[in-house]
DNA sequence: CCGCCCATCTACCAAATGGTAGACAACCCC
DNA sequence: GGGGTTGTCTACCATTTGGTAGATGGGCGG
């Protein structure tokens, strides 16, 4: 299979970035074939329907999530400077695969099924995540919250600053790679001090 | 127009509903006819199209989002009362209308000309809170950021808390009348610290 | 009482959409 | 050299979808 995966892999990516920025519904086989200069039954060829495509580019996409999560945590200190670890993983996810974080959204969207595929693949990271607030709580290192809510605020904040481009727009900022820095920034400050043990 | 306005009022509702929860495209005229038991053509009577349709929805969801927000900023005082009681007014708008919350998130991700509309009809009040935080800032009782920014933070944050309902089932949390109130303490607190001053 | 208007419907249309079946060419291996 | 496999295509199908045109009945006003 690897000789032909040429094309299921422009397939894979060019349905990502649809599903990302489009929509799931909005987007037609027709249009994605259109866009890889192929015809629909090649698509279908590679996968059955189309439901069974989107199930695919979330598989992959929730690996590659999942991969630039750890490759954050890699390294990274205690208490907050994890929390920062992860936030830029995030945010250099944006920057290089804006799709992806779409993509999250779109899923979220959809509910299940394709919820629950990409939930049963970052589970096992939120667990590790909401555990690893809970330990930082119990050790006195962070502000006492609810770690899974936390986690949910944490999520929300910054699928939000990234994702969020026409609310942006409309405070007067323009989608670009110097602001997701100043986002960025604001993000990690306002998470900062939320999670600080203050006396 | 007022006569007949049980029907079209009808349509918008469910329209509202539907939209809100499971998206404008995944939404078909006929399937919001059988909701209502009529015909698609009596859709059609009163908007003659479906973008019409989506346009009287969202003026209508604009204007009551827009009532909501100058009722939760009547009577507040100053700096960050006055962030607490929008915050508030937008989680009463969740417990009672959720689907006005989840017509936010779609609208936005529809893009122009969708999101435009709503976004003149919200465009005043962005300005006014972003010009609040701003002079709350300067005089030194809010601590300092990018107004606008901060705005789309806690935009984020709060519609994020609101209307994930996946995320939130996927981090063990039902989205029950009670964790409404639990999301709603834990937004106000996080803001709460990071918009605090500090010595 | 009749005509007009409103609101709902039936019948229909064209295009879009997801999908199936088989043709065809290129390549590879026996 | 021929048969089989793979990958792409054409042709086609059934259903869905947004929309149009005109029929119909009820209510109201002159």
């Known amino acids: 299979m690897g000789g032909g995966g040429g094309t299921s892999d422009r397939i894979l990516d060019a349905a990502l ?27 279908l060829y590679w996968f059955p329907t189309k439901d069974a495509l989107l199930s695919a ?7 590659e999530l999942a991969q630039a999560f750890e490759s954050g945590l890699e390294g990274a200190g205690e ?15 944006a920057a290089r695969r804006p799709e992806l974080l779409g993509l999250v959204r779109e899923v979220a969207r959809l ?35 609810d770690p899974r809510l936390l986690l949910l605020a944490i999520y929300s904040t910054v699928i939000g ?26 993000v990690l400050e306002l998470l900062r001090s939320a999670l600080r043990i203050e006396e």
């Open 17 to 43: 970035t649809s599903f990302g920025s489009r929509g799931f519904e909005a987007t037609s086989l027709d249009t994605l074939a259109k866009q890889l200069d192929i015809r629909k039954q090649t698509i």
């Open 57 to 63: 580019v979330i598989e992959r996409s929730a690996a």
């Open 79 to 93: 208490g907050w400077a994890k929390v920062e670890a992860v936030v830029r993983a995030v945010f250099r996810l």
């Open 111 to 145: 509910g299940p099924p394709p919820a629950t595929q990409m939930i049963e693949v970052l589970d096992p990271l939120m667990r590790r995540a909401s555990d690893f607030l809970k330990a930082e709580m119990d050790a006195g290192r962070m502000r006492r919250h």
């Open 161 to 186: 600053m990234v994702t969020e481009v026409e609310v942006l727009k409309a405070l007067g900022e323009e989608p670009t790679a110097r602001s997701l820095v100043r986002r960025r920034a604001d």
